[in-house]
Nanobody, 126 residues
Framework: QVQLVESGGGLVQPGGSLKLSCAAS????????IAWFRQAPGKEREGVSC????????RYRDSVEGRFTISRDNAKNTVYLQMNSLKPEDTALYYC???????????????????WGQGTQVTVSS
């Protein structure tokens, strides 16, 4: 019923670009706080970017600031992560997550998030 499905991952060269999609079903993304997380082998899962409900306030991890852009398309019930100037250290499994918190802000920590996708692999290598 409630599902998040990521897509758009793949292999890209350093400096290249990739756009990830997170499609929701069973609920309306417009009413949820959405975030992208990533996890590399042997590393902790870390918040990459998030976007709030309603007011679309966005936040970014310092290491991706200026390179990544999160956006929401309510008509398609989908959230995107545009990734530019990719670096090898961006290589990870990327997850999207949703929180039902009724606040006009978003968190880059895992705690508030109720729904999670299965992830899409991003590999940055020459």
């Amino acid at each position: 019923q409630v599902q998040l499905v990521e897509s758009g991952g793949g292999l890209v060269q350093p400096g290249g670009s990739l756009k990830l999609s997170c499609a929701a079903s069973g609920f309306t993304l417009d009413y949820y706080e959405i975030a992208w997380f990533r996890q590399a082998p042997g590393k902790e899962r870390e918040g990459v970017s998030c976007i709030s409900r309603s007011e679309d306030k966005a936040r970014y991890r310092d290491s991706v600031e200026g390179r990544f852009t999160i956006s929401r398309d309510n008509a398609k019930n989908t959230v995107y992560l545009q990734m530019n100037s990719l670096k090898p250290e961006d290589t990870a499994l990327y997850y999207c997550a949703a929180s039902p918190r009724r606040v006009n802000l978003c968190s880059l920590t895992r705690l508030p998030y109720t729904y999670w996708g299965q992830g899409t692999q991003v590999t940055v290598s020459s």
